[in-house]
């Protein structure tokens, strides 16, 4: 299984990077294979571990992101 977090800090402030990062690393049972955080302007975070079973690639990891949106 993969594991997803999320925050969103909606005073729109940078709030704190490395807490998403202590989330990821505590869904480390959920997937060892690859993490990832990501944040934007608004104040969302995300972070994502990840348990490679069928797609074994790297281009597989997450969290997805489009620059344009």
């Known amino acids: 299984m993969c594991g ?3 925050i969103w800090w909606v005073d729109k ?3 704190n990077p490395s807490l ?5 690393d505590a869904l480390l049972h959920r ?4 993490e990832g955080q990501w ?3 608004n104040g969302l975070f ?3 571990r990840r348990l490679a079973i069928i797609d074994l690639d790297a281009r597989a990891n997450q969290p997805f992101h ?3 949106r």
């Open 13 to 15: 402030t940078n709030g």
């Open 4 to 6: 997803i977090a999320g």
């Open 31 to 34: 997937g060892p294979d690859a």
């Open 46 to 48: 995300l972070g994502h």
């Open 39 to 41: 944040h934007n302007d």
């Open 20 to 24: 998403i990062k202590e989330m990821t």
């Open 66 to 68: 489009f620059m344009a």
